[in-house]
Nanobody, 119 residues
């Protein structure tokens, strides 16, 4: 059971920056994929960015060039740096840990943190 605790959400003006953190209860280098998802009201939860334990990253098209996912293995923490924020980035952001085996896939979720981009 992996426990995830997000922090860093808040209110920011368009064009501003915000950083999110996700502290994991497990050694994140043992987790296959760490990621950030977001869910806006009335919409499905979508992938924002992910990083494998080998360091390979993947980003949603809408955030490429603006968001950066990174890890601090010493502190078992995953970060999401968000720059040039837009109102459409407003959502609840969730940290995700994914464990993959030959016959199963297990997802763990944090409680979510609200990000609001508004003037």
């Amino acid at each position: 059971q992996v426990q995830l605790v997000e922090s860093g959400g808040g209110l920011v003006q368009p064009g501003g920056s915000l950083g999110l953190s996700c502290a994991a209860s497990e050694i994140i280098s043992s987790i296959d994929v760490m990621g950030w998802y977001r869910q806006a009201p009335g919409k499905q939860r979508d992938l924002v960015a992910s990083i494998t334990n080998g360091g390979r990253t993947n980003y949603a098209e809408s955030v490429k060039g603006r968001f950066t996912i990174s890890t601090d293995n010493a502190n078992n923490t995953v970060y999401l740096q968000m720059n040039s924020l837009k109102p459409e980035d407003t959502a609840v952001y969730y940290c995700n840990a994914r464990q993959v085996t030959w016959n199963s896939l297990r997802d763990y979720w944090g409680q979510g943190t609200q990000v609001t981009v508004s003037s």
